[in-house]
């Protein structure tokens, strides 16, 4: 009974010794398939570009902003907010840490923590964080247009989805106003309201 099974045996055996069965014969893809996916892409995103140097020179440093916010339990409450940039990962981002001042009618200030750039293969400026309060933050923008920037964001509150925009315009390169707009719903509609408005100095 088990004598039909000899022959098969010693084949299979003669085949692996010959390297027939082999471990890379086993496997569905060739080794190094992975290796040159984009290999003549020809975008290098690990070096600064030159975009992120032009559209984000005016952040370096620490900035103090003096303005208006809407809290929970108030609306135009006095707010400062420090934006301190820094230059991190080696140079090739800028990291943020945005502070909002803690007040009677703003107990919950936010506080967050950014990373912005320019990224060739996302297709322009990018930015990405969390805070404290739960938030996490992915942004984009086109970069300056004349002398405004803005940030559309996708970001949470509350357990929701929402849409922030970051607008900063340019009065000097010392000077700039910071507005940021909520939209509650997340639809990115006209459902937009500011929630501070204030001026930056460095």
């Known amino acids: ?7 098969a045996l010693v084949v ?16 569905s893809s060739p080794k190094g398939a ?4 984009h290999k003549d892409e020809g975008i290098d995103d690990s070096k600064v570009p030159n975009e992120q140097k032009d559209q984000l020179k005016l952040f370096t440093g620490t900035w ?13 409450v006095a707010t400062n907010i420090t934006l301190a940039f820094k230059s991190d990962l080696g140079g090739r981002w800028i990291s943020l840490r945005l502070e ?15 990373f912005w750039g ?12 969390a805070d404290n309060l739960g938030g996490f933050y992915d942004g984009s923008s086109n970069g300056w247009v004349g002398d405004r920037l803005w ?6 509150r509350g357990g929701k989805k929402v849409q922030l925009k970051d607008t900063f315009t340019k009065v000097s390169d010392k000077e700039l106003t910071f507005e940021r707009a909520l939209d509650p719903t997340g639809t990115g509609g006209d459902a937009f309201r500011v929630t501070f408005e204030g001026s930056c100095k460095r």
């Open 1 to 7: 009974m088990f004598r039909s099974f000899a022959p």
């Open 34 to 37: 992975f290796a040159d996916d």
């Open 100 to 114: 909002e001042s803690k007040s009677k009618l703003n107990p919950n200030p936010v506080v967050s923590s950014e």
């Open 151 to 156: 940030w559309n964001i996708t970001s949470s």
């Open 118 to 129: 320019f990224s060739k293969v996302l297709g322009g400026l990018v930015r990405s964080g």
């Open 64 to 76: 103090k902003c003096s303005g208006k916010a809407n809290t929970d339990y108030g609306v135009d």
């Open 12 to 27: 299979a055996a003669l085949a692996f010794a010959n390297g027939a069965l082999a471990q890379d014969d086993l496997v």
